[in-house]
């Protein structure tokens, strides 16, 4: 009998300790879902105000870094200064990053043996005569540039994102540069460049000679 008893005491305590810990148990989520929901939904709103707050100081540190960048090239003319020296045309391309129409520019078509060509606004070198290869794009194309003469940002204007290049030294808009192509060259890039935003000289020694200091330090850079 006392074994008996002694089952009984262990059921009733088993069953009890069930129902307590199935009690526990339902009423759990209950009680720690609701302060858990009001927690998240307390966080939730500045975490996703800290987030839109980081995005949108992200991007207007982008842009901010673009303008600085612009501001930032060794020539800091401003767009009167560019105006007065450039031609309508030069000045639409190279300061409003305008493009010349397909297979009208002077230097599409023409590939000398030596030479340098330079920037068309503040005559940095810019590109080799040997770095220029036929692509049939309709502007000239350069495998790669003189180092450091060269700039690139990210250009989205049209929808899609694309590299825009612009002169290190004066931030002259050139065009944009293209990779993976399939151009049997060293870089497998296109420089695509306004004929109008540049000047040819035959002689390497000339090239960029007459820009400033920065200019040329850009270049070498
Ligand atoms: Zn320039």
Redesign the pocket.
């Known amino acids: 009998m006392r074994f008996e008893h002694f089952q009984f005491i262990l059921r009733r305590s088993f069953s009890t300790l069930s129902a307590l810990r199935f009690k526990t148990a339902s009423a759990s989520p209950a009680r720690l879902r609701s302060p858990g929901i009001s927690l998240f939904k307390i966080w939730q709103r500045p975490l996703i105000f800290r987030i839109n707050v980081l995005k949108s100081a992200s991007t207007k540190a982008k842009e901010d870094d673009s303008n600085d960048n612009r501001m930032s090239f060794p020539?800091k003319r401003n767009e009167d200064e560019w105006r007065a020296v450039l031609s309508p045309e030069q000045f639409r391309v190279l300061r409003e990053k305008g493009t010349e129409r397909r297979f009208a520019g002077k230097y599409d078509k023409h590939f000398p043996d030596e030479g340098v060509f330079n920037?068309a606004?503040?005559n940095?070198p810019l590109y080799r005569a040997k770095q220029k290869f036929k692509s049939g794009c309709g502007w000239p194309a350069y495998y790669d540039s003189i180092p450091g003469a060269v700039s690139r940002h990210v250009d989205q204007s049209l929808g899609i994102e694309r590299t825009e290049i612009v002169?290190s030294?004066?931030g002259?808009h050139l065009g944009h540069v293209f990779k993976g192509e399939g151009y049997p060259t060293a870089t497998d890039e296109r420089h695509c460049v306004n004929s109008i935003s540049l000047n040819f000289t035959e002689d390497e020694q000339k090239g960029g000679g007459e820009t400033s200091d920065a200019g040329e330090a850009a270049a070498k850079a």
């Open positions: 020539d920037c606004a503040c940095a002169c030294n004066c002259g």
